[in-house]
């Protein structure tokens, strides 16, 4: 309690504001864990014979870095060029229109409209 007889608020530890360390192109997973990063920092590396992202991040000099990884995973339906579904649509419309007309064609000489 303080002075006045209420409780205040409860104190809470303030977490570190990290710094952006850059990016690092590391050619495997061991020099990930050997290279140095100050307190404070993360800093990101793309290993790429492993096809990940790690992000080692160092909060104080008192506790170990943390390594975090992130697979990249390849998205296997490909996207076709907006000029090609374009063609594609143009395409379907006039197979549409060629059916329209053939059937118009059939019921004209059927007699009926």
Known sequence: MDNNGYY???Q???QPQLRDGGLVRAQNEQVVWQYPVAPGYYVTFFVESAMAVYRK???SQFEPPTIQKF???QDQQQQ????NDAMARL???EDAVRKLTAQGGKDDASGTE
Not at 80 to 83: C, D, H, L, R, V
Request: aromatic share 6%; hydrophobic share 40%; glycine share 6%.
């Open 80 to 83: 076709k060029p907006q000029e």
């Open 57 to 59: 991040t160092c909060l």
């Open 91 to 93: 395409a379907a419309l």
């Open 12 to 14: 809470y530890a303030q």
């Open 8 to 10: 205040g608020a409860p």
């Open 71 to 73: 697979n990249l995973v």
